[in-house]
């Protein structure tokens, strides 16, 4: 069974900082890894998806590494706005399903 | 539609009573999942589509739960005689297939509340 880990669970940064999002999975079998973005109360906002083959993606600020034999993924914001303040999960996709990480709670503080 | 479109957003109602959630999902999206996420905790596997094979229902937690797509539309997640313990927001997602660079593309849900 896949596992998903996110770490840390919360955190808060000061606005500029950067951001360090870590996710870990137990199965290396994977097609692709998704980052997305959760704000309270909404549905889940797709960020940055890697396909196995690719090691990483960046769109803007944000910059996610794949290391699929270590079954690792990163997560990179930088210069952290309060905007960002959100729940970023972490998803693996195997042959017919998502599996999902708990999240990393990010606060940016002015 | 440009999204994936779910009824209704919220809903509250007596322990004891059916509900019916409804999911519209991407045009030409083939594969659609229904996900449940209770207060605090991690997205939960329910049950998947994938055109016209058979579902993978392996996620719904009991025979309670239940779900319906005809072909590559709508589908229905039904809960019959509801608990508290079924609170939660439930997603939709639709994808043309998991593999590749096919991004799952998620519904705003819809909150359930029983009360």
């Known amino acids: 069974k896949q596992e998903v880990t996110q770490i840390p669970a919360a955190l808060s940064v000061p606005e500029g900082e950067n951001l360090v999002l870590n996710c870990s999975f137990t199965?290396?079998?994977?097609?692709?890894l998704q980052w997305f973005r959760q704000d309270p109360g909404k549905g889940l906002t797709s960020l940055l998806l890697i396909q196995s083959s690719q090691r990483e993606q960046t769109s803007g600020r944000l910059n996610a590494s794949l290391d699929k034999s270590s079954g690792r993924s990163t997560l990179y914001i930088a210069a952290s706005q309060p905007g960002d303040s959100a729940t970023y999960l972490c998803a693996v996709s195997l042959s017919n399903r998502l599996a999902f990480g708990k999240g990393n709670q990010v606060v940016v503080i002015p | 539609g440009a999204g994936v479109s779910q009824s209704p957003s919220n809903k509250v109602t007596e322990k004891g009573k059916d509900v019916e959630l409804r999911c519209d999902p991407i045009?030409?999206?083939?594969?659609l999942y229904w996900y449940r996420q209770r207060l605090g905790q991690g997205l939960e596997f329910l049950i998947y589509f994938q055109g016209n094979s058979a579902p993978d229902k392996s996620g719904l937690p009991s025979d309670r739960f239940s779900a319906e797509r005809t072909g590559e539309s709508v589908s229905t997640l039904t809960i019959q005689r509801t608990q508290q313990e079924d609170s939660a927001v439930y997603l939709c997602?639709?994808?043309?297939?998991?593999?590749?660079?096919?991004?799952?593309?998620f519904g705003a849900g819809s909150r359930l509340t029983v009360l």
């Open positions: 997602a639709s994808t043309v297939t998991l593999s590749g660079a096919n991004v799952l593309t």
């Open positions: 045009s030409g999206h083939t594969a």
């Open positions: 199965d290396s079998a994977i097609y692709n």
